[in-house]
Each structure stands twice: as C-alpha cells, then as structure tokens.
C-alpha cells in the first residue's frame, strides 16, 4: 500500500517519491534534524493524547487492512463514544492514520496534531494562514476516512499555542489551540485520489527528470539533495541569485524576468540598486575577478573598540512543550555560552558555562554571566549575527526581571560582526552567503567545523543536549562525550569570532592558546 506520506513526499517532489521507494540507500539525511523532528513529534504527541483523558482508544500500529477494519469495528460498535488515536484507515490501497477521531453527536472531528505553533500572524517563523502541506495532509485522511465507516463532522489542526506559558506541576492544559479547517480540505479532497493514480504511475517508472529547485527545501529539506544536485544541468559559474537577503533575491529576480540576465556578471554595476547596492557591486567585482574584496576602513572600526572585549556565543534549546515553569513552547532557553575574553591584544582567557542537568538553565546562566561579563569596563561584546543573542537575553529580563538591568547592560553593548563583514568584505567562495559557516573559512581556513566530532552545528548541538540532559536512556559515559563535544563546538564559535575580527582589523591572527 502506499501511504500518507508517500502523497505527501510526491506533493512536494515526484522523484523524492521514487527514491525513497528505489534507493533510499541514496539518501544522506541529517542525522541530528531527523533526530529532532522525531523528538519533537513524539513528544507533543504524546501531550496531545493526554488531552483527550485517559480512557482512548489506541489500536495496533500494524498498517493492513485488516487492522484498520478491526480499528473501525471497535470505536463504531464496541465504543463508539471514546475517541480514538492513531487510528489505522485504509482507502483502495492508500494507508493513512488518524491523530484522533473524537466522537460528536454520531460523527467524528478528525484532529491532526502538529509541532507547529499556532499561526497567528505573518513573519519569518509563523505564517497567518495554515501551511498548504498541512492542509493537504488532512485532505488526505479525510478522504480515507470517507470509505473507512467514520462520518466525519469537522476537521481540525491542532497547533501548539506559542502565546502559552507552562505554569509548572504538570499542568499542560493550554498548550494546544485547535483551527477549523474544513472548508479548506473538503475541496482538496476530490484531487487526493487524483495524487493516489499519479504516485503510483510515478512508482510504477523510471526515475523522474526533475531539477533541483524550493521544493528541495520546502516543505521539508530532501536528503537526496546532494544526489539530484549533480545531475542538474550546468547552471551559471556566478548565478545572479547569489545577491544576498530578500531585496536581493528580489532584484536577481526582477533582473532575470526583465532583462534576462542569469549571472551576476551581466549586469551593469548601475543597475545593482537598492539599499545594498553597494555590497552588490562589491560582490560583483569580486565574482568578475575572482579575487576577495576588503575594503578600505575595517581596521579603524576595529580599532575602535576599546578593551576588555568579550567574543560571546549562546547556544540554545527551543522545546516545543516547555518542561520548565513560564516557558512558551519553542522559546529558545540558553543552555551553553562560550566568551572569549581579549584584556588587552592577543592577551586572551576563557569562560564558558553548560548545564546538562536538564534543569531550568536560565537563572544559572545568567548567574555565571554576570560572573564573567563586567558591568564596570564597558567593554563591547561581540556576537554573530545579533539578534539571537540580543532576542535571549531580552527573554531572560522578562522571565527573570531581578536581573533585568544587568541584562539590558549587556545589550546595549552588543556588537555585531556580520554587518561589519557585511560592509567592508566579501570573497567568491562565500557564494552570496554572510553566515559564519561561509565567512570563516575564507578567512581562516585553519579553523575547521568538520574536525569536529559529533557536534558541528547548532542542530547537532541541540541534539547533543535532548540526549545528554533529557533522555534517561543516556550512558553515562556518552553524556560524557557529548558534553566535551558541546564544549568544544561553542569555544570554537567565539574564537572564531576572535579570528574575524583580526581579518577586519588587517592584524595577523593571534595564536590560540592551549584550552581555548
């Protein structure tokens, strides 16, 4: 049979579909993301069931027919005012589950649960209107549920809702909000079997020609992507889609529709407009003669910054059902910090701070700040890419006010290095990219994230914490390993910030000291 997900994987991509049923072996999923998604998944599973007490019904997982008539037979006959979970349903070969069917006056709400937040307004994170393949998910199961004997009366999306605050003791009621979207899915439901005969024609023959494009990426990120990748077609050594941020994305654009450009060669450097139009260019020149760019003036910014001066780096931990008492679902609590202390040049010493108790690290992190971080000297603090940090502490002086003017110190002393990078570098091999992952190679190539064991990202990173301060099923001697391998990746972080602003200053790197 094919199932649910397998709609799903060819909504977003026909040959994704295929490779997952002829050779998944080809695929190179990461590890840590997979890891998360399913933690995430299971737990706020878990919370969703609860919701609905104690006395469900809950059939066996085996995907047949024959289990899901039996599944039918029990909530129908034998108990037809429990809701049931994870209710098998089967539809002319297609396999599907349903979260929950709750009874209502002889017909059932289909709920779908998700480990999304409820959508509430448009911006980066959480969008005003249900995502598409969510809608299409429900879609599906409402169709299987048209022929597997359950009438259904509503359809809902059960989001988390990221307004909530965990009150303590156990008390999660308020954690989800339900969305009706019936009238969304009822007209989608007529394609699903049209999707069905598709996918199986799909399955059925040889690999589909696709190129790589958005839907490697969205709604999930497809681990055949490296293997589809080398099998596009040549595309342009320097594509215009390297101008960088939205307004650049939408100038490659425009560029493209109107003039026909392809690379970011093609155009004259006037018609790079726009705010960035400078770094444009810069970026530009740099692709055209294949050599970086510093501009003049790093180093008097640089130079200007008085000492002590503090390389900060937080990493953090966005649970979606919040195990610690004023804490929304997916906030991002810190959990590790490395600062990189320069007294006075090339004079360095480190602090670092990291708890795996699986406790509230917040009062003890920011306890061991206050420690480390004078208020006295004033010294700047540097960070990349600001708002995560400046977003943390900001949180910190919500949750914990007795501490709010120390905090408020610290960011009113933030400096951002990225804008700087921004302003005054660029090198062809960071392909339109300013991230640290990209910048620091290019200048400082010694400095290498894959030497790194077990922890070479902010993923990774809070994959280590889950399974070294949550999961009770942890050795003691891997909560050990993941405990250096953390500590190793965060002080890397802030000497690799050490090390950008070196670059900027036009000063050779310094030598790190043995430790740090």
């Known amino acids: 049979m094919l199932t649910k997900s397998d709609l799903q994987s060819f909504l977003q991509c026909s040959r994704k579909l295929w490779l997952e049923h002829h050779k998944p072996e080809l695929s ?4 840590a993301s997979t890891y998360r998604r399913a933690v995430d998944g299971n737990i706020v599973g878990e919370k969703a069931r609860e919701q609905l007490g104690e006395d469900l019904i809950w059939p066996s997982s085996s995907s047949n027919q024959n ?179 939205s307004a650049g994305k939408k100038l490659a654009k425009k560029l493209r529709e109107t003039r026909g450009y392809k690379s970011i060669l093609d155009p004259q450097p006037e018609e790079l407009v726009g705010a960035q139009a400078e770094l444009y260019r810069r970026i530009q020149a740099a692709h055209r003669s294949g050599t970086p760019i510093l501009e003049p003036g790093s180093d008097a910014v640089m130079d200007a910054f008085a ?14 059902v919040p195990r610690w008492p004023g804490v929304r679902p997916y906030e991002q609590i810190p959990f590790q910090w490395s600062c990189h202390i320069e007294r006075a040049p090339n004079v360095f010493e480190h602090r670092e701070f990291l708890d795996l108790s699986g406790n509230d690290p917040s009062l003890t992190c920011i306890e061991k700040m206050c420690e480390v971080i004078s208020l006295e000297d004033n010294g700047p603090i540097f960070v990349y890419y600001a708002p995560y940090e400046r977003g943390r502490l900001e949180e910190f002086s919500i949750r914990h006010p007795m501490h709010s003017h120390v905090l408020q110190n610290y960011i009113g002393r933030l400096i951002d290095l990225l804008p700087i990078v921004k302003d005054y570098y660029y090198h062809p091999a960071m392909q339109g990219s300013f991230s640290i992952k990209k910048v620091l190679p290019v200048m400082a190539p010694d400095l290498n994230y894959a030497n790194l064991e077990g922890v070479q990202d902010g993923t990774s990173a809070q994959a280590a914490y889950i399974n070294a301060a949550l999961d009770s099923g942890t050795s003691l001697a891997r909560k050990t390993d993941l405990e250096i391998n953390l500590r190793k990746y965060c002080r890397q972080d802030t000497w690799a910030m050490v090390l950008i602003a070196y670059f900027l200053a036009r000063k050779p790197p310094p030598i790190r000291p043995t430790g740090m």
């Open 67 to 245: 289990t899901a008539a039996e599944a039918a037979k029990i909530l129908l006959a034998s108990s037809p005012d429990k809701p049931g979970v994870e209710i098998p349903m089967v539809r002319t070969g297609l396999y599907a589950r349903a979260d929950a069917l709750i009874p209502q006056d002889g017909s059932y709400i289909l709920r779908e649960t998700k480990a999304k937040s409820f959508p509430l307004k448009r911006d980066k994170i959480t969008p005003d209107t249900p995502e598409e393949h969510h809608l299409n998910d429900v879609a599906i199961q409402a169709w299987v549920m048209e022929a597997s004997g359950f009438p259904m009366s509503r359809a809902e999306l059960n989001f988390l809702d990221n307004q909530w605050r965990y009150p303590g003791a156990g008390n999660y009621a308020g954690l989800f909000k339900q969305m009706n979207v019936t009238s969304e899915i009822i007209p989608r439901q007529s394609a699903v079997s049209v999707w069905f005969q598709q996918a199986e024609n799909i399955l059925s023959g040889s690999m589909p020609e696709v190129v790589t494009g958005k839907q490697c990426t969205a709604p999930y990120e497809c681990p055949f992507l490296s293997f589809c990748e080398v099998r596009d077609p040549p595309k342009p050594e320097h594509p215009i889609d390297l101008l960088p941020d």
């Open 307 to 320: 000492y002590p001066r503090y390389y900060l780096d937080f990493e953090g931990i966005d649970l979606p």
């Open 28 to 31: 190179s999923a990461n590890d």
